[in-house]
């Protein structure tokens, strides 16, 4: 089954102490769709300036990746500058450029509105909204969002929430979110707003699946070497989301697994900058990683 994104693709300038990048391929529906692309079929909704190359449109359609609704306008592609220390769940921006990400307006195709899984990668609630509204009866529905839209539009989120099956968020998100210090009281107060799975991403400390009969955790996996934590929780909802996709199969047993391969795809993705790493990826590697974090998780009866 497909999956239809919509999200940024930008240039990224990026600083960590293990290294240095500058205008690297990056945005959120990049790192989704380039996760994704190894499960299943993924359509990308998103727009870039004339400065866009066309090597990088060549690298995403690499994967697959349907990328006839990536709008190239006049003007400059969205960029963003940071920095992380050594604690990497932490990034620090200095210049965020929005350019012609300013004026997006999403169209989705009418051969993109079928699309059964739908994933609204972090952008204004409105515009996630927006995008709701010209598709058609997709069966899961998955959101991401961030502090700028808690604390700026929060009746827009609180409304787009209503209309989504599932919602992935960090861990201080949550907490801001809900104006709970306890994860599991706030998990339970965003569910009550609509979603009925919530997917907590905490960094180096793996993720935490909530919903109504259950709560999953799984850890992140312990990696000798992180070179840049960019774009991880888009590629760990990439791999969730493709994973569905590619089984077609909604049940809370299959859900864990999927969390696990999310984990997995962000893990490949922090051992180097931009796509370098996640970009290379064969299915054995996938599937050797998964194999190892059920090591890592499994213990006997007493």
């Not at 893990?267 to 996938?286: P, T, Y």
Request: proline fraction near 4%; aromatic fraction near 10%.
């Amino acid at each position: 089954m497909s999956i239809l994104v919509v999200g940024s693709v930008a240039f990224d300038s990026i600083k960590t102490p293990f290294g240095e990048v500058s205008e690297v391929l990056g945005g959120s529906a990049t790192y989704f769709s380039t996760a994704s692309s190894y499960f299943s079929e993924v359509k990308l909704v998103a727009v870039v300036g004339e400065d866009f190359p066309d090597e990088h449109v060549e690298t995403l359609k690499g994967h697959g990746i349907d990328v006839s609704a990536l709008q190239k306008v006049p003007g400059r592609t969205f960029r963003w500058k940071g920095y992380y220390e050594y604690d990497l769940n932490q990034a620090h921006t200095l210049e965020t450029e929005l350019n012609v990400f300013s004026d997006f307006s999403p169209v989705i195709p009418d051969g993109h509105c079928d699309s059964p899984f739908l994933f609204l990668a972090n952008i204004d609630p409105d515009l996630q909204m927006k995008v709701l509204e010209q598709v058609r009866s997709p069966r899961l529905v998955a959101c991401d969002t961030m502090n700028l839209w808690i604390e700026n539009k929060p009746d827009a989120l609180r409304k787009l929430l209503g209309k989504v099956e599932i919602c992935v968020i960090n861990e201080g998100e949550a907490r801001e979110l809900a104006g709970e210090a306890s994860l599991v009281k706030a998990a339970k107060k965003i569910m009550d707003l609509g979603p009925r799975t919530l997917i907590v991403k905490r960094g180096e400390y793996g993720a935490v699946m909530f919903s109504s009969s259950f709560i999953f955790s799984a850890p992140a996996y312990p990696l000798e070497e992180i070179f840049d934590p960019t774009g991880a929780g888009d590629s760990f909802a990439g791999g969730f989301m493709g994973y569905l996709a590619n089984t077609g199969d909604l049940s809370d047993e299959n859900l864990r697994r999927a969390i696990i391969f999310g984990s997995v795809m962000a893990s490949f993705n922090v051992e180097a900058f931009s796509l370098k790493r996640l970009g290379s990826l064969k299915q054995e590697e996938i599937r050797s990683r998964y194999m190892e974090f059920k090591q890592l998780t499994h213990f006997g009866d007493i």
